[in-house]
């Protein structure tokens, strides 16, 4: 059974840092691309970065480029996505989805950015 859960969201001030996990079981991470999304109060959920199967990131919103980052550690089965120098705007649920056929979400796990 394919099964993603996020965790590691939080509260922060502006200009902290946070590390999201993607614990995934009933596949191997290794083997497919893990998305990161998020969804603000209000608005759309939009894609934040990928890691390839070749554990490559890239970041697809213009405002995270340079802060956040994707990793993977295989004898883990989790996917990463560090986040520095946060800002308010960073504020959402963040989810990790996987596709395997269909796609697959996690939960999600909020990050809160705020003085």
């Known amino acids: 059974q394919v099964q993603l859960v996020e965790s590691g969201g939080g509260l922060v001030q502006p200009g902290g840092s946070l590390r999201l996990s993607c614990a995934a079981s009933?596949?191997?991470?290794?083997?497919?691309?893990i998305s990161w999304y998020r969804q603000a109060p209000g608005k759309e959920r939009e894609l934040v970065a990928t890691?390839?199967?070749?554990?490559?990131?890239?970041t697809y919103v213009d405002s995270v480029k340079g802060r956040f980052t994707g990793s993977r550690d295989n004898a883990k089965n989790t996917v990463y996505l560090q986040m520095n120098s946060l800002k308010p705007e960073d504020t959402a649920v963040y989810y990790c989805?996987?596709?395997?056929?269909?796609?697959?979400w996690g939960q999600g796990t909020q990050v809160t950015v705020s003085s």
């Open positions: 009933g596949f191997t991470v290794s083997s497919y691309t």
């Open positions: 989805t996987a596709i395997l056929g269909r796609h697959y």
């Open positions: 890691i390839t199967s070749t554990g490559i990131s890239r």
